[in-house]
């Protein structure tokens, strides 16, 4: 059981290139979550997706783009890659309940380095 | 619009002392509350979490956290510091409303424990 899997680990690019960001979970969670932590901002959400075939902006989604590949998968896309979004991504996982009560599962992160 | 606010960005305790950290939250409705620590180079890990079950929390490695509805705060506590408690520790609440299990960060606040 890995949990929530995320590749690549580490990722520079240079102003412009695109890329894809690839998260799993294989814990049969319904919703899936893309943050992204900068120093003394905590963590922002990106984007989610309450439950496959759905997906939602979240608090920071210019730049970024993102399918719901089907339960298990949830990727990050950057079309054209900004020094402003060198940042540490993280994916995340969670069970969907009444009260959104339930917890989530983070991935290990993946560094990009914008150029 | 619910907000999480972590005072001091950085706390620094001699190891077998106190560990406090504050988190403060605003929410229009009853909150779920949630502790995340973060490892370096790590995704983040939960700590514990209240869903209105019981106001006093105790979640792993001996840590706690209090709600108090009056202070609109989650504090979180534990007796006696070990070196491996160094990290960086978020308080997140949930957006509550609906199903979508969205987070709300804090800023987070580094913990670092001296020998």
């Known amino acids: 059981n890995a949990g929530v899997t995320q590749t690549p680990k580490f990722q520079v690019l240079k102003t412009g290139q695109s890329m894809t960001l690839q998260c799993a979970q294989d814990m049969n969670h319904n919703s899936m979550y893309w943050y992204r932590q900068d120093p003394g901002m905590g963590l922002r959400l990106i984007y989610y997706?309450?439950?496959?075939?759905?997906?939602d902006k979240g608090e920071v989604p210019n730049g970024y783009n993102v399918s719901r590949l089907n339960k298990r998968e949830f990727s990050l896309r950057l079309e054209s890659a900004a020094p402003s979004q060198t940042s540490v991504y993280f994916c995340?996982?969670?069970?969907?309940?009444?009260?959104?009560?339930?917890?989530?599962?983070f991935g290990p992160g993946t560094r990009l380095t914008v150029t | 619009a619910q907000s999480v606010t972590q005072l001091g960005s950085h706390v620094s305790v001699s190891e077998g002392a106190l560990v406090l950290l504050r988190c403060n939250y605003s929410?229009?409705?009853?909150?779920?509350l949630f502790w995340y620590v973060q490892y370096p180079n790590q995704g983040l890990q939960l700590l514990l979490k209240?869903?209105?079950?019981?106001?006093l929390v105790k979640g792993i490695n001996g840590f706690e956290a209090e709600f108090k509805k009056s202070e609109t705060s989650f504090h979180l506590t534990k007796p006696s510091a070990h070196m491996r408690d160094a990290a960086e520790y978020f308080c997140a609440v949930s957006l509550g409303s609906g199903n979508t299990g969205k987070l709300i960060f804090g800023q987070g606040t580094t913990l670092q424990v001296k020998p």
């Open positions: 995340a996982s969670s069970e969907l309940g009444q009260g959104a009560l339930y917890e989530q599962y």
């Open positions: 997706s309450a439950s496959e075939g759905t997906t």
């Open positions: 929410s229009s409705v009853p909150p779920y």
């Open positions: 209240y869903t209105s079950a019981a106001t």
